[in-house]
């Protein structure tokens, strides 16, 4: 793992919510400390960071990702409404102060170097063939052809940042494991198996469905 500069960074600990990389995260700023947190990153760099936080232990993650403001919008009663892409991440080396709203100091970190780039390739390949069979299985299920975006990331880093940050069901569980992975391809390898075996469960699914209703169409038929 490769650990970057050491800085201060303002902190917003946000239930169950996991930031990852290149993604876009739209807030709404209304409590007090908050707004005064906005003020105070505004001024600066505008980056701030958001970690998980843990509502029934009362903990935040260890490692979070800095989000970068790229628009904010301020409402009369000084509520705003900000849209964020996240940056770096980073992990959380201790809380160097809790009011008037928290500041940790963190360190930057970022995925090991690949041994082997075409072994790389080639797994981001299977992992990018596993996700268009779950979103076609899924809307097949749900009665709407679905697609992958036009503008699903093909380098394999950044394809297993897009994964973790989009996909529900199963992966949505594991999203604060998968962020704190430091290699790309054992993050693309964690996201196969989830993705693997979720379309194992819709294609088996896929076929209950279809049989029934070959059973009810021949039901009609001898009516």
């Not at 494991?177 to 989830?194: C, D, G, H």
Request: aromatic share 6%; proline share 6%.
């Amino acid at each position: 793992m490769t650990q970057l500069a050491v800085r201060e960074l303002p902190l917003f600990p946000l239930p169950d919510v996991v930031l990852f990389p290149q993604e876009v995260l739209p807030l709404h700023i209304f409590e007090p400390r908050y707004r005064m947190m906005l003020r105070t990153v505004l001024e600066s760099d505008r980056r701030f960071g958001v970690v998980r936080w843990d509502p029934q232990e009362g903990t935040m993650a260890s490692v979070g990702c800095c989000a970068e403001i790229l628009q904010c919008q301020t409402q009369d009663d000084d509520r705003s409404y900000i849209v964020t892409m996240g940056q770096q991440r980073f992990r959380l080396l201790e809380v160097v102060r809790e009011a008037p709203f928290k500041v940790g100091l963190v360190s930057w970190i970022e995925d090991e170097q690949p041994e082997d780039h075409n072994q790389l390739q080639e797994l981001s390949g299977e992992v990018s063939g596993a996700l268009k069979d779950v979103v076609e299985l899924t809307g097949k299920l749900m009665g709407k052809p679905t697609s992958l975006p036009s503008d699903l990331p093909d380098l394999p880093r950044e394809l297993s940042y897009w994964i973790g940050s989009h996909l529900g069901g199963p992966v949505a569980d594991q999203q604060q494991a998968l962020l704190e992975i430091t290699n790309t391809e054992e993050r693309l390898r964690q996201e196969f198996e989830l993705l693997d075996e979720t379309r194992r469960q819709l294609a088996a699914r896929t076929v209950l469905e279809s049989t029934l209703r070959d059973l009810k169409t021949g039901e009609s038929e001898d009516d």
